[in-house]
Structures are given as C-alpha cells and as structure tokens.
Antibody, heavy 116, light 112 residues
Framework: VQLVESGGGLVQPGKSLKLSCSAS????????MHWIRQAPGKGLDWVAY???????VYADAVKGRFTISRDNAKNTLYLQLNSLKSEDTAIYYC???????????WGQGVMVTVSS | DVVMTQTPVSLSVSLGGQVSISCRSS???????????LSWYLQKPGQSPQLLIY???NRFSGISDRFSGSGSGTDFTLKISRVEPDDLGVYYC?????????FGSGTKLEIK
C-alpha cells in the first residue's frame, strides 16, 4: 500500500488549492478514504471522508469550503480547498479507512501554508 | 463532538521499562452495532502517523506484541512493555464511533 500526496504550497488567504493523493498497492475503488491535517507543532485533526461509493462527510471547520472527491480510474483522491484561511495552514495527510473507522495506511503528507 | 482526553502529556521511560497511556472519551465509544472504535497511533519524529491498535485491543499487521490496548466504554489504555529506542514519538488515541472523528491531543514518549 502506498499513498503519495501532492499539490501543496504557499497560497494567499481567500485563494484555492487542490491536493491529490495517488494510491497504489490495493484496490482503491473498494476503500473509503480520509483527509487528516496537522497544524505545525499541533495534534491530528480529521478533515473529511469519502466512501467507496463517494458518500462524503466533513468536519464543521471546512464544510462548505473544502470538497473531497475521488477518481477510481486514476486511483486518486482529491481535496479541493477554497476560501483558505490562515488556520488551514497544516500538513495534510490522506489515509485509507480500515475495516472499521480507523486509518490503516497514511501518506507522507503535503504542506499547505496560507499566508499573505 | 466526542472529546478525547489523553494523559499524561509526556513521559520518560528507561529502555526495557513499561509505560501506560490513558485515553478517556467524553461519551461512550460503543457503536450501535456493539463494536468499540478506539484506535492508537504512533507518530515518530518527522514521520506520518502509523496505526498500532484498532477496535481497542487489536494489533495492526506487523505491530509488536509489546504493544497492547485495553478498556471499554469511555476509558482506554495503551501499554508498551520492554520499551525500545524506536518507540519514541507521540502517541495518539482516536475514536471512529461517530463523526466528526476525533483524536486525543497526544502523549510524547521520551527515552531516558
């Protein structure tokens, strides 16, 4: 199992960014996937979930601003980040959902910095 | 939201020793289906978190039997026996019983 995030960077407040998570080593279409973030020096903060059938759930802090999606043909998970705020600055990890609601494999993370 | 409270914030242990980390939830983590979705993760310095334990006491693939989880309802414990240098890092508990999924604030393990 391998998960590789990309798309991070420095972005101004109010702007947008799209993160990608490329999956390999398992049948991507059969698994739910999560995004979790970690602000610098802080703990883990769950962001969003998409099921294998593309049902979605969001944390209140990002609802209406972030959109999780997937392309099973490309084995890729996405996170569209709109109306970014300074408090969205964090490392963003994609993670696979285990047989229950836990995260069995994690990517290496991608840094998003929101600053003017 | 379910609040997860971990104690202690940090601890120091000698190699070969044993430690326990406590995790308490503000609500019962027993799901309607009877399962309890409490998991433990270790984030080693400079790395992404890795799964250690799921559903309270099940060790993930490849995890040493030096790691054990226990508890029920709202009180849970992770025990690490025969501590090794590679065990250092921050340990997090997490609940998967209800959305939003939440984590404890972490326990930093240092080796004396």
């Amino acid at each position: 199992v391998q998960l590789v995030e990309s798309g991070g960077g420095l972005v101004q407040p109010g702007k947008s960014l799209k993160l990608s998570c490329s999956a390999s080593g398992f049948t991507f279409s059969s698994y739910g996937m999560h995004w979790i973030r970690q602000a610098p020096g802080k703990g883990l903060d769950w962001v969003a979930y998409i099921s294998s059938s593309s049902g979605t759930v969001y944390a209140d802090a990002v609802k209406g601003r972030f959109t999780i999606s997937r392309d099973n043909a490309k084995n890729t998970l996405y996170l569209q980040l709109n109306s970014l705020k300074s408090e969205d600055t964090a490392i963003y990890y994609c993670a696979r959902k285990g047989s229950a609601n836990y995260f069995d494999y994690w990517g290496q993370g991608v840094m998003v910095t929101v600053s003017s | 939201d379910v609040v997860m409270t971990q104690t202690p914030v940090s601890l120091s242990v000698s190699l070969g020793g044993q430690v326990s980390i406590s995790c308490r939830s503000s609500q019962s983590l027993v799901h309607n289906n009877g399962n309890t979705y409490l998991s433990w993760y270790l984030q080693k310095p400079g790395q992404s978190p890795q799964l250690l334990i799921y559903k309270v006491s099940n060790r993930f693939s490849g995890i040493s039997d030096r790691f054990s989880g226990s508890g029920s309802g709202t009180d849970f414990t992770l025990k690490i026996s025969r501590v090794e240098p590679d065990d250092l890092g921050v340990y997090y508990c997490g609940q998967g019983t209800q959305y939003p999924l939440t984590f404890g604030s972490g326990t930093k393990l240092e080796i004396k």
